[in-house]
């Protein structure tokens, strides 16, 4: 089974920074895309950014320029700093990786436990 660990979420100003961290663990034998979506109570869950294994990312309008993501997929891991940090920031923030957990070529989603992202006004 493969595991992903999210950390870095917690409380922080408005104008502050968080790094979020992604790391997956388990049998993997390729990533096609990792990406960072966010959930408030009573919405649809959103893509913030996502970026394939060659390194292309593409984020949603209101979080260019302040929020940049990165790979490594040596160590399976996403990474998403923050920056510029608003209250509409505010979140339940959560990993996707897409991959293979097999030798049978067939991509899966694998989700984060979700990290608490707060920013006070």
């Known amino acids: 089974q493969v595991q992903l660990v999210e950390s870095g979420g917690g409380l922080v100003q408005a104008g502050g920074s968080l790094r979020l961290s992604c790391v997956g663990s388990?049998?993997?034998?390729?990533?096609?895309?990792m990406g960072w979506y966010r959930q408030t109570p009573g919405k649809q869950r959103e893509l913030v950014a996502d970026?394939?294994?060659?390194?292309?990312?593409n984020y949603v309008d209101s979080v260019k320029g302040r929020f940049t993501i990165s790979r490594d997929n040596i160590k399976r891991a996403v990474y998403l700093e923050m920056n510029s940090l608003k209250p509409e920031d505010t979140a339940t923030y959560y990993c996707?990786?897409?991959?293979?957990?097999?030798?049978?070529?067939?991509?899966?989603?694998?989700w984060g436990q979700g990290t608490q992202v707060t920013v006070s006004s």
């Open positions: 970026i394939t294994a060659g390194g292309t990312a």
């Open positions: 388990g049998t993997i034998f390729g990533i096609k895309l």
């Open positions: 996707k990786l897409v991959l293979r957990d097999s030798i049978e070529y067939q991509w899966k989603d694998y």
